[in-house]
């Protein structure tokens, strides 16, 4: 009852102040600060959500999405700049670590590292300092504020570099084989389905590549039952069928696990690549 008087509410505001919501919108509302974000605006927010999930319009759901992070992206970097030392480290590092091993043991040579949204850089630092054999290490974002600060902030490490781009459009423009592209706790998920997957046929024509991609899925998404995508959580993101994805794009798995991380949602890992002859590594649970 409490859900559908909040909707109620929201749509009437949406009716009453068009402008306000079109201005949420475009601005981003998909993740809210709640000591900046007015009770009005939340049932707008809900209204507009629940309207375009009702419609299955998933590409406006997406817009919304690229709405925040490239007006409000560098905020929540800065609210979260804890997060590679908390978050990343102890959960996601040992997958790098893997890569390390099969760059070691393989006759391809890689040059260069692509991390799609790279946030405030830390995780594209991290790996230059990781993989020395790695010449270039390149970090695109949407949030034009977020890269104009991290050249300042890497401005020493000359192996950085940072674009703001929208990864899709500088993937057509200037990626190459011998890369290496990384997402890193959710950028995939704000892609939709078919655009993550045109995505990934796109790396995939590109020549040799390994994709490590670290990023959430639905608790509640039984992948066997639906490989579609869906939205999941507080922000409506979507939880990727990443297995299926990267398959019908023309890769292998050379890892594949997954890991608890809130109640809402768990990590997937996974490690891919174009040219094995063969898969490696079968899914686990971690």
Same mark, same amino acid.
Request: aromatic share 12%; net charge neutral.
């Given at each position: 009852?409490?859900?559908?008087? #909040? ?17 949420? /919108? ?32 998933? !590409? ?18 800065? /609210? ?27 006759? =391809? ?19 230059? !300092? ?23 902030? $890497? ?5 950085? =570099? ?11 423009? $200037? ?34 590549? #390994? ?18 995508? =869906? ?8 939880? &990727? ?13 050379? &890892? ?7 109640? !809402? ?9 174009? $040219? ?11």
């Amino acid at each position: 009852m409490k859900s559908k008087i #909040v909707l109620l509410i929201g749509d009437l505001l949406v009716f009453l102040m068009p402008k306000k919501a079109k201005e949420l /919108a475009e601005t981003g509302m998909t993740i809210t600060d709640g000591n900046k974000v007015t009770l009005t605006e939340r049932f707008i927010r809900k209204s507009l959500l629940r309207k375009v999930e009702i419609n299955s319009d998933h !590409e406006t759901l997406s817009r919304f999405h690229k709405a925040y992070w490239e007006n409000q992206g560098n905020h929540f970097f800065a /609210a979260t700049s804890d997060s590679f030392e908390k978050n990343f480290l102890p959960e996601c590092s040992f997958i790098f670590e893997l890569l390390k091993e099969k760059l070691s043991t393989k006759n =391809e040579r890689f040059n260069t590292i692509v991390e799609i949204g790279t946030g405030n850089g830390k995780v594209l630092n991290y790996l230059s !300092e990781q993989l020395p054999q790695i010449e270039r290490f390149i970090g695109i974002d949407l949030n034009q504020n977020q890269i104009s600060q991290n050249r300042i902030t $890497y401005k020493k490490n000359t192996q950085l =570099e940072f674009v703001a781009s929208d990864a899709f459009d500088w993937v057509n423009t $200037y990626a190459n084989k011998n890369m290496i592209f990384v997402t890193s706790r959710g950028v995939l998920e704000y892609f939709t389905e078919s655009r993550l997957q045109d995505f990934l046929q796109q790396v995939n024509r590109l020549g040799n590549t #390994v994709f490590i991609a670290i990023e959430p899925n639905g608790v509640d998404h039984n992948l066997k039952l639906n490989k579609h995508s =869906e939205p999941y959580g507080y922000e409506r993101s979507f939880s &990727h069928n990443y297995e299926l994805l990267f398959k019908n794009a023309g890769f292998n798995l050379w &890892h594949h696990s997954k890991k608890e991380s809130s109640t !809402e949602h768990y990590l997937t890992y996974m490690g891919a690549d174009n $040219y094995s002859e063969k898969e490696i590594l079968a899914a686990t649970t971690v």
